[in-house]
């Protein structure tokens, strides 16, 4: 019991006594039918205090027995994080003893910085969403708690994607549950591309190219170009990295060589897949075809949703953002330069090393976040694709997709999608790409001589 909670009763004991030798007093000095009055009102008061007394210390205790934890996360656009936050308020009705709260921690490359401090000054949240991406990263800290032993144990293990499976593992163990997944493709407005006279959706490289000179015009007939046929991501954040390795893959190239396991296998130096990506970017721009978004804004779709352009790189979580517009909208596959790609995307849950009630308390919260009932009413809302192979099948889900068609485009590109290391230093090759990819939209280096630089950068870093 508290020191609080002590001072409170022996508080309550010395009332109770006063009051009960102040109405004996009464008794003794008069029989006056109102001093018995004031003995009533007096015993009365005791006992409305001893009944708040104790209701006061039982709220205490079970306030004792509640685990609050903390759960970081950058869950956006804000509808998203409104249709999360419900999901989160449902579990803390259905458990007395467990109170989550999710806390906006800001974008991803926002996030970063906060999170090591934290872990540093041994403060880090009980949970936290985030991308595989930082797995090896915090490991290699000591950070996480590896949930091999009680995913060993509950019902979700065979529910979740066997697919992503590699994105929760690093060095034999599984760290995290997956929160929800999805990869990327283009979204485009088929009414421009009507009022362009364009008929076929691009497949290949090329054909983007053409697509996207056609879509450029001037609507208006002033003589400027109001309508561009492409918005590409401008900065070097894991935003356009991550939008721009599925056309490194899709043209040939590798981000590590071989099976390597840690960051010294970066190969970006010569790497003609990389190259080629690099050069259909800065070509887009050259067109005249495609726009640069603002600085480290490249999730950002007002431009497609006004019409400004007629196609962005995003995924299904832009979904929901874009019927609640009521803008017209399609998706297609990432065009293919020589074979199909993209990339896994979505965020996983970890869970920061404390007690074991406190990390057990957290476990329940990933089950039920993994659970085919979140996961279906997380799609429902949010349009991510569930991890959970319950949800996708159930007839609720189903239904889903047959309303909102643009849904399969990523589900069946899901076949194509690869991940992004999770080995400690993928923050620095994503930095090192990301400067590649900038400089070279800029103008300021051909894809070839900003590659290179990139790899010297890492190989003063790693080697």
């Not at 953002?321 to 074979?339: C, M």
Request: with cysteine; net charge neutral; hydrophobic share 40%.
């Amino acid at each position: 019991m508290s020191i609080k909670v002590k001072k409170f009763i022996n508080l309550s004991h010395q009332v109770c006594r006063r009051f009960f030798f102040a109405s004996d007093n009464f008794r003794v000095k008069s029989k006056n039918w109102r001093f018995y009055r004031y003995r009533w009102i007096s015993l009365f008061l005791v006992g409305i205090l001893i009944t708040s007394g104790c209701q006061f210390i039982q709220n205490r205790v079970d306030a004792d027995k509640v685990i609050n934890l903390t759960l970081w996360h950058g869950v956006n656009p804000p509808p998203n994080r409104d249709v999360f936050q419900k999901l989160v308020d449902k579990f803390n009705q259905r458990h007395s003893n467990i109170h989550i709260e999710a806390i906006y921690a800001g974008q991803q490359d926002q996030q970063m910085p906060k999170i090591l401090a934290a872990v540093v000054g041994n403060a880090p949240p009980d949970i936290l969403w985030y991308n595989p991406a930082t797995t090896g990263q915090l490991v290699e800290l000591n950070a996480l708690l590896p949930l091999d032993d009680l995913l060993a144990n509950s019902p979700i293990k065979d529910e979740i994607d066997p697919s992503l499976y590699p994105s929760l593992e690093y060095q034999g163990k599984i760290w995290a549950v997956p929160f929800a997944t999805n990869n990327v493709g283009v979204f485009y407005r088929p009414s421009l591309f009507q009022a362009a006279g364009i008929t076929q959706l691009p497949k290949t490289w090329t054909e983007l190219r053409e697509v996207a000179k056609q879509l450029t015009r001037d609507t208006n007939g002033d003589g400027r170009i109001d309508q561009h046929g492409m918005l590409l991501p401008l900065g070097k954040g894991e935003f356009t990295v991550f939008t721009w390795l599925p056309f490194m893959w899709s043209g040939g190239g590798e981000l590590v060589s071989g099976d390597s396991q840690n960051a010294a296998g970066v190969t970006l130096q010569d790497n003609s897949g990389a190259i080629a990506a690099l050069q259909l970017w800065r070509d887009l721009i050259t067109d005249g075809s495609a726009v640069l978004s603002g600085p480290e804004r490249g999730y950002e779709t007002n431009d497609l949703l006004s019409g400004k352009v007629a196609m962005q790189l995003t995924g299904p979580w832009s979904l929901g953002e874009f019927q609640a517009s009521g803008v017209d909208f399609d998706v297609f596959p990432i065009p293919v330069g020589q074979r199909p790609a993209t990339v896994i995307g979505g965020e996983n849950l970890y869970i920061f090393k404390s007690r074991p009630e406190r990390e057990k308390a957290a476990f329940k919260f990933l089950e039920y976040a993994a659970s085919e009932e979140f996961q279906t009413e997380l799609a429902l809302g949010t349009g991510y694709l569930p991890i959970n192979l319950k949800s996708r099948e159930s007839a609720e889900y189903q239904a889903f997709l047959q309303k909102l068609p643009q849904v399969k485009v990523f589900l069946e590109q899901a076949q194509y999608a690869r991940s992004r290391p999770t080995f400690p230093g993928y923050n620095r090759i994503s930095d090192s790409v990301g400067r590649a990819v900038e400089t070279v939209l800029l103008g300021r280096s051909s894809p070839a001589d900003a590659l290179k630089a990139s790899q010297q950068r890492l190989d003063l870093i790693f080697k």
